[in-house]
């Protein structure tokens, strides 16, 4: 089983909205954080949203620039599956969304030392 497995990608039209989602599997274990990266063709992955895992004591979500505003990232209190909402879509979003957990904790709220990594959903935005 993947470590990570992301539902909710497809096609819409400029304007529209999207709601992406990723379960980890058992093996992800309580992980420092979650998020989620995209990679537009032709361009490197970029950060788009995290969020603090269970182990923190309050939420703690940042953003990437690009999607500020835009995007809203939440979790299931009950596990560590994580949702993200994406509106106001434009094409210049179109890209493979990654869902990726770190567990480091010093680390993963600068979106760094993300080890385990889905396998990617695409989104498509068209104008």
């Known amino acids: 089983q993947a470590p990570l497995v992301e539902s909710g990608g497809g096609s819409v039209q400029a304007g529209g909205s999207l709601r992406l989602s990723c379960e980890p599997s058992a093996s992800v274990y309580k992980p420092a954080c979650m998020a989620w990266f995209r990679q537009a063709p032709g361009k490197g992955r970029e950060p788009v949203a995290l969020i603090s895992g269970r182990s923190y004591g309050d939420v703690i979500t940042k953003y990437g620039g690009a999607v500020k505003g835009r995007v809203n990232i939440s979790r299931d209190n009950g596990k560590d599956t994580i949702d993200l909402r994406m509106d106001n879509l434009q094409p210049e979003d179109t890209a493979t969304y990654y869902c990726?957990?770190?567990?480091?904790?010093?680390?993963?709220?600068?979106?760094?030392?993300?080890?385990?990594w889905g396998q990617g959903i695409q989104v498509t935005v068209s104008s």
């Open positions: 990726a957990a770190s567990t480091d904790h010093f680390q993963c709220l600068q979106f760094r030392a993300y080890i385990i």
